[in-house]
């Protein structure tokens, strides 16, 4: 298939070739569908709504009928639009096209000419009202001139836009189709102005005939040859900011200093003079070079586009420039060479003309490729595997596959769509990766995604494993991992948010990596395990997943952290509170733990640790085999810690996973100190202490500030909060005495906001307790998916790894998992379409996260619905889902972080916008 599409592609490119105007157009028909595409990328059934009008798009575009293609892509676009089958008046706009006469023209020039035709039988009649508006705007969007309003008669439709005369400069050709007042298409093109241009342009004819002696020249060279075509009405195949190239290539051929370099950040069209001959490339410059510290350097990306493409196509298309955005905020240059008829110079030739230009960094060069391109770009990296510090192949499996040692080192992300007629190709292609032996492969197939597609889908997962690459520095073995998780600890029970609780080691390690000033986890306990497990929200498995239970949260077989470490080569435990299924039958043995210890079922009891009455009240096990007497008389957070010390002790040099869920500060609260015999009870000689008080040392921090707690149910939690504190600190003196503490990543997180009042009696000793929690700075608790039951405590910490900071970045529990995948470079099988992203930029780089949101459900029933992106939020409590925007409360998080104040009404347009995210989120769910 791969080799009879090459060759249908290589016959496309050399018809297509001279018919630049219509490349031209149907570029712009590509950008407006794609930045439609990108509102609802990360949206499956947006995706399958589009795949077939985009499937039939390429293979039109292989038939080499670009009027078909750009009639499949207008009707993918306006189906993201509407949802439905749009209504025959946008059919018809969406079908014409407005050439003018010229794209760059003297600033005198009194008018411009332009034909307005259809580009295709749109099979609909014209509006009867049908009217064309043009006008001429800058980059202010102020017009110059006074435009043209127009009825539309009968197509093709000429007329003149009268200019009187244009500042120079690049400005933008707006087009405006109304039926009547109704718009029905918008769109813009470039348009460029200069004084006395005819001159000008005449001086060029000798620059354009100049021997391309180094880059500057060939730049030089390429640039004269382009801007003459464009004076005299030719196209190129997107758009040209013609002004300033002309400016560039007069300073050029001038000697003056060169228009671009490491201080000058944009966007530049470089004809590269390489070993393998001049390459025509678009360089994105990013505008942190501008501030280069004498000897750093640039990272650089290179972009490898398919056939029949151009070095245009990643700026231009695929997600609207999306590679360039993702580029721009790292900081890295950006090169996407033009390959004719699939030839081109090889990536290290690219590289080594560059480095002549730009502070290149050889040791960071990574790169992309699509279709035909990313089949070239396997054969270099086969070729020449120490050119690139990591690739990504998209929507391609070709290239030639020679074994090699630095082969098996080069870290490669492969990705085809589940529709892809690649996909094939490139599950062949990943077997024979494996069995070259490559260490770091990632393997992903895109639901609901096809061959053009898919570049837009992946791009943020390619670059997301670039940079676990760039920014990981491979520790003396492969890292042990510890996940400490409390049970109801609020985002006021821990001494880093709040003076009045103790919680020294707890602190320190906070203190000394990275704190998650915005940490967010699920409303309640097993949700937030699933989320942890999985990566995924619980509302994509449905039932009991979304609320506590004893029943299984998701199915046997279901990859989880624990699977994935394991497959690792990791040692794998569990010690603490499972509660993902209750019974041996469904218990961690199954699903990656080798290990198991602790609770089948949720919080017990502190000394005998037996849940509520009834058929879970006895699963306190082994390896889930229930344990006789359940180790009755010892307090569960000292069993537990005891049990994590002795795993992190015992001499074995593997690396381990230790899942450590406490159940702690959970109730029942039970602090009996060394009275073991007596439950905690209020002393009835003074019911503002608890008998045995005054000798238990869980009461009695070194600052007093228990004591200074006055409330007896507070001091009781603050005492919780103190042993497990304590604990923590065992274990960690245990990493310290053991050597393991620089080889070890430990990560912290409550899993919900703090217990209300509880009703007491759930449990044999069980309290009584009435707002016993710290309070809280934030609306809500446990079960609320208002900021106090779902914001909490978090931090990683990693000496020697990790620099001590605050993160402001919204994070969430469900990110652990692809943040670990990525740490220890192991692909979960089957894939997962994670609903978290790897943190690992933002914790070993400090680098800032994409924009997202996070989506939270609770109850089976799902009464309580939130969805946040960056400082909106909008919440939601009813029977039902919300089906239109004015159902939800939006709150200004920034401003309102207590949510006291529903904006909704005063910001429509952002509460619509939350809710179309919300449904993309909703349609994603097990319903």
Known sequence: MMARSAALVLATIAAVAPAQAARYELGLRVRAFESAFEAVVADPAARERVREPLAAAVRSFFGVQLDEVARHVDTARLQLATGHTPDPAAVWAASLTLRPSRRLLDSQAP????????????????????????????????????????????????????????????????????????????????????????GRIATLAKVAQQPPTDSQAATARGLARLLRSLARGGTAETDVEAARHLREVEALAAGESTPFGAGTPGDFRLWLRTDAGIVATRVMVPPPATALAPGAKLPVVIARHGAGGSENLFFDAYGAGKIVRLCRERGWLLVAPRADLGRGASASAIVAALAAIYPIDRGRVFAVGHSMGAATLMGEASAEPASFRAIALLGGGGGSVTPSAALAKLPIFLAPGEHDFARPNAARLRDELRSAGVADLVYREYEATEHFGVVQVALADAFAFFDRVATAT??????????????????????????????????????????????????????????????????????????????????????????????????????????????????????????????????????????????????????????????????????????????????????????????????????????????????????????????????????????????????????????????????????????????????????NGPQGSWPGNAYPDDLRLTDFNQPLPMRGKKLDVYEGGIHVPGFANWPGRIEPGVRDDPTHIVDWFPTLAALIGQTPEPAIEWDGVDLGPLLFAGQRLPERELYWTWNPRIDRWALRRGDWKIVRYGREPAVAASDWQLYALADDPREQHDVGDRHPEVREALHRRFLAQRARDRQ
């Open 111 to 198: 008018s411009l000419g332009f034909e307005l035709f259809a580009t295709y039988d749109a099979e609909v009649p014209q509006p009867a009202s049908a009217r064309l508006a043009v006008t001429l705007v800058d980059d202010r969007e102020a017009p110059l001139g006074p435009g043209l309003d127009v009825a539309v008669t009968e197509l093709p439709f000429r007329a003149e836009l009268p200019l009187l005369g244009t500042r120079p400069g690049d400005h933008r050709l707006r087009i405006e189709l109304f039926d009547g007042e109704r718009q029905l298409l918008r769109t813009e093109q470039v348009l460029s102005f200069a004084r006395r241009l005819d």
């Open 474 to 751: 491979p520790p003396r073995r492969r890292p042990n991992v510890l996940v400490i998780l409390s049970d109801d600890q609020g985002f006021a029970d821990i001494g880093y948010h709040n003076p009045n609780v103790w919680s020294p080691n707890l602190d320190a390690l906070a203190a000394g990596g990275v704190r998650f000033a915005q940490h967010y986890v699920q409303p309640q306990c097993t949700p937030t395990r699933v989320a942890l497990m999985t990566g995924r929200y619980p509302s994509r498995f449905g039932g009991a997943a979304m609320q506590a239970s004893n029943q299984p949260a998701f199915p046997l077989g279901t990859p989880t952290l624990a699977s994935l470490f394991d497959a690792a080569g990791y040692d794998t435990f569990l010690v603490g509170k499972w509660h993902l299924g209750s019974s041996a039958e469904h218990g961690p043995n199954h699903f990656g733990f080798d290990s198991s210890y602790g609770a089948l079922a949720g919080a017990v009891g502190a000394y005998d640790h037996r849940y509520r009455s009834g058929r879970f009240e006895f699963t306190w096990h082994r390896d889930g085999v229930v344990i006789e007497g359940g180790e009755n008389g010892t307090h569960t957070t000292d069993l537990l810690a005891r049990e994590a010390i002795r795993i992190i002790e015992r001499d074995d040099d593997d690396p381990f996973l230790l899942y450590l869920p406490f159940t702690a500060v959970h109730t029942p609260l039970d602090e009996r100190g060394s009275q073991t015999d007596r439950p905690t009870r209020l002393d009835p000689d003074d019911p503002s202490r608890w008998l045995g008080e005054d000798e238990n040392p869980w009461f009695h921090d070194p600052d007093g500030r228990i004591q200074r707690e006055r409330d007896p149910e507070k001091r009781l939690l603050l005492a919780a909060v103190h042993h497990l504190d304590h604990a923590v600190g065992e274990i960690v003196a245990a990493l310290d005495r053991s050597g393991k503490r620089s080889d070890t990543l430990i990560l912290f997180s409550s899993d």
